[in-house]
Nanobody
Framework: YLEESGGGLVQPGGSLRLSCVYS????????MAWYRQAPGKQRELVAN???????NYIDAVQGRFTISRDNAKNTVYLQMNSLKPDDTAVYYC?????????WGQGTQVTVSS
């Protein structure tokens, strides 16, 4: 299963680092992604990282967020800098694929002064 952590309350301009641990095998083979869901909105993909390490970001976070992975720890990270109120959401990780793992609980990120 997936377990996200690292969220919290932060002021605009602040930073957070999210972690997501996968409890299973063959993590290194999976393309992974971070998603977020803001109140009243659909879940959206924020950033993804292929098994080979190539990354992609939506325009809204390009240059501010960095996705990375540590296959030895079965973990994917999301470093978030220069946070904005619009980044407020519950953040989830999962496979970047049609067939996904069961969703975890997510981790709440709130950006507010």
């Amino acid at each position: 299963y997936l377990e996200e952590s690292g969220g919290g309350l932060v002021q605009p301009g602040g930073s957070l680092r999210l972690s997501c641990v996968y409890s299973g095998n063959r993590f290194s083979l999976f393309d992974m992604a971070w998603y977020r869901q803001a109140p009243g909105k659909q879940r959206e993909l924020v950033a993804n990282i292929f098994s080979g390490g190539t990354t992609n970001y939506i325009d809204a976070v390009q240059g501010r967020f960095t996705i990375s992975r540590d296959n030895a720890k079965n973990t994917v990270y999301l470093q978030m800098n220069s946070l904005k109120p619009d980044d407020t959401a519950v953040y989830y990780c999962n496979r970047n694929a049609k067939i996904q793992f069961t969703w975890g609980q997510g981790t709440q990120v709130t950006v507010s002064s």
